[in-house]
């Protein structure tokens, strides 16, 4: 698993034009399984969310749940997909001792969704149409523990054990048309997609769409071919991508691996690849060969699903504003630059600054704190801002702290911090460590008479025009109340002092 | 038709993971070339424009409530396991990867 | 021996209900029987002797404090052992389940339960209901009791020869190509195959699912319609399962006539190049019918010629499908090789030494005919072969209420006659399979002795989809004209089995 080879990504997207495609598996939060009555919950105890049906046991038989189904068609529509009116069950043959059966149930030529579209805004401003090919329901595998050896890897594991916790919680995959055009923006345009995907599924309320909970997972078609070139290149699946910024690395990664390769005369080998998160690479996994022979055939144990008009357009209804619709509306309440509002959509922080408005917080100021100070410790940590442990409501109740004087930006970070750290909400971490600024003027009075004291000319200065000479008395205090006073105020004393 | 050669059938056997000798690898082409010689004759059945049936009462949209149902407990799933740790089914090692 | 194991069920529930007889002497008539016969016939797997007392003891208990029972409570039943029972080993006949003890009970066996019907025992078949013999049973062939040197059919050949040597007064069965009919046809007892869809398959161990069907085995057709009464409804388990009732078969079968009947006989299934006796002794029932009042119409079936092969694609493909589940990981058996294999090299030793050779054929068979390249020609081909009989099924019924043929072309055959030849074997399906493959029910009931073996011979008796009371009606009514003719019930006949040296 050596580093590749890799060529510098502009020589690379100089000399071939990038294809991408995409397929994102969205875990459904039902109550149950998708063909069975248990618990949709894989957090638990291991092999207790389990029965005849999702451990296959002989003689047992599928039931497709109805709400699954119901997300499905919703997830459909939200992507401009036509709904089919016949879509069925396949078995997708395979041995593999996750998978219970050795077949997923799934669908094959007759998805429950076909045929939509997605546009996609990047980074830069510009805007990309995605076709969706397909949108199919199908089930979940159960989980591998691999145990010996010294890595918990699959290599060199001595044995394996399965909880089938998972086995059977509904999917909905959703695979798009190849994606031409997008040049050096693909790997933006991947993990921007991704990103749409998630809101999607969380505004339609049918996931719990959390990445690091591979609620919503990716995988990563890539390939490249010179440019002109009619031909598709070969592609490589890269499997594993479960956060936004893995997605625009791995993509980064494989279209400079293999502009390496081909550039120095080489082939790319149509196989699956992993994503190292660690190391930065993807890896050699399976290649696909004639072998992957999954010999699809209708479930028969299962009819086909015929979804009647009037529940398509019963769904239709009942779904949420279009994303691109609640952007133009959310920036026109703000009244966010379009530079500014472009960063919040682009870190993906669109629903948070929302909610964080909704909690009471100034627009201006949510978006302050999630696309500032927030991003920034994220970023510093290598996390996404979601799995931060700090909710809107935090930040709403922190901007207002600030907001109303009680404290300043700068022990406002503390503050987050503290959040961040667990220690509390910021109400309570203000009141515990005695963090309210000193707003007794009296207080901040005998400050000032001993700063002065030590600065005797600074009044005089002051009187003199020079208004900056109040910055070292400033200073002075702010250093004996131990920050925690409004510099602001402290100034106004002090002038007031002055004129006296 | 296509002939069940002894490669073939041990590509088959193999999709369908049954470990196979040569001896049977050859009995089975044999036996199974007269089956499916005899088999194929679906094919003439069929030549015009006939719809496949796949279930024989035809039924659309049957579906189970989303409602939470007892689950086995832990050692009622591992009851009949070969080999059980932790909790889980255990497994020999696993060569490749996914 | 008790006279009382070769009464009817019918009987024996109203000698229970009268009190006459109490469970518990009931059961223990069957299971001494057991004792004595099922070493020479085998055709019980696992004997449930202890738990079928202890709901028969339950069942006097309740009757004798005057609580109200289910019809046939305290009635012994045998079950196939391809139905999972939480109280006995499942094995479907197949070495790779030996020993297996379900986590749950199938709906059927759910059924015999609230109907507190004391289980004997789990009965032989050929290795996951593949086979028309036992021969193919991993646990050797049950022996058909007229003469223990030929098969009793299969793959049900267990419930059959239970019920014909008197060790049941019914069993449960399972049909995917007549291994109900066929087994019944060869032991001269009744066998019903309902309509798909009319008996859960929830816990019955897969083999084609778009084709198995549970149902009722037994001596004569109210005892089935009986049985199929308790085992029949809707189940929220088997999403193929009929939502509408098809009414009651123990009514219709206590109604039946035969006045007005049209009676169609299927031209490509009349008898023709079927053994001389079979087909005497069919032409002598459609006589009778006429006698009692049925129009014989001739039907053409033209598609049936395509029956044998399509049942030969549909049937392998989807069982190396259900069969897949069979790896050493959660149930059953595992075998390791030697060194320190991989996962895929335990589970290839395992489905070698766990499967037998029938089902290996039959899996590499459905993995080749649902490989990409070959689905179209083979899978494809079949599932549209299924079209076009169920065409001819629709139009045969536009002439004709009933469809008879024999049910299988030979009497019973000895041991070991058609092992080495897999497709001579599958003719016996000929005139069964057809009903499998468009859903439609059917039953087999005796048809007399053919004259060159004296071993008994089967008509068969189809109905459109839904209709299974006209079986039950026009069996009980050709029954009734039969009994009449022989003066005894045609398992009255059947030599006493002799108890093993
Ligand atoms: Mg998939
Ligand atoms: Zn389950």
Redesign the interface.
Known sequence: MAKAELMNYEQALEKFEVVIGLEVHVELNTNTKMFCGCRNDFGDEPNTNVCPICIGLPGSLPAVNRKAVESSIAIGLALGCEIAPNGRFSRKNYFYPDLAKNFQTSQYDEPIAFEGTIDIEVPSGAVYTVDIERAHMEEDAGKLTHVGGNTGRIQGAEYSLVDYNRAGVPLVEIVTKPVYGAGAEAPELAAAYVRSIREIVKALGVSDARMERGNVRCDANVSIRPHGQEKLGTRTETKNVNSLRSIERAVRYEIQRQAHIIANGGTITQETRHWHEDRGITSSGRPKSDADDYRYFPEPDLVPVQPSNELIEQIRASLPEKPAERRKRLQGEWQFSDLEFRDVVNSGLLDELEETVAKGAKPQAARKWWTGEIARLANAEGKDVADLAITPADVAELATLVESGKINDRIGREVLQAVLEGAGNPAKIVADRGLEVVSDDGALQAAIDEALAKQPDVLEKIREGKLQAAGAVIGAVMQAMKGQADAGRVRELIIERANA | MSELTPDLVRHLASLARIQVTDAEVDRFAEQLSLIVESVATVNSAVAGDVPATSHPIPMANVFREDLVEPSLTQEQALSGAADSDQGRFRVAAILDEE | MSELVKKNASELVELLQSGEITSVELTHAFLDRIEKLNPVLNSYLHVNAKEALATAVEVDRKRAAGEKLPMLAGLPIAVKD???TTDAP?T?GSKI?EG?????D?TVVKLLREEMMPILGKTNLDEFAMGSSTEFSAYGPSKNPWDTGRIPGGSGGGSSSAVAGFLAPVAIGSDTGGSIRFPAAVTGTVGTKP???AVS??????L????DQIGPVSRNVLDAALLSDVISGYD?????S?PESLGSMAEAAKSGSLKGVRVGVIKELNGEGFQPGVKARFNESLELMVKAGAEIVEVSCP?F??A???Y??ILP??A??NL???????????V?PEG??????????T??AG?GPEV??R???G??A???G??D????????????I?RDFDAAFEKADVLVSPTAPTTAFKFGEKLED??AMYLNDIATIPA?????PGMSIPNGLATEDDLPSGIQLLAP?REDKRLYAIGAALEALHEAVWGKRMIDFAPEVKAGA
């Open positions: 391809n139905l999972t499942t479907a389940l297996w003890i379900p986590q749950y199938a309509t798909y869809g398959r929830y816990g019955l161990i897969a084609a699912s778009s084709l929220k388990h088997d999403s193929t009929l598609s010629e395509y044998i092969a399509a030969y694609l493909a989807e190396s499908s897949a589940k069979f790896d050493s990981v959660r149930f059953g058996m595992r390791t320190n294999p991989t996962i895929e090299r335990v589970m290839a030793a489905r070698e499967f290996k054929r899996i590499i068979l993995t080749y649902l490989s990409s070959y689905y020609a083979y899978y494809g081909s079949a599932q549209k072969v299924r079209t076009l169920q897999p497709l499998n493959l468009a859903g439609t989809a």
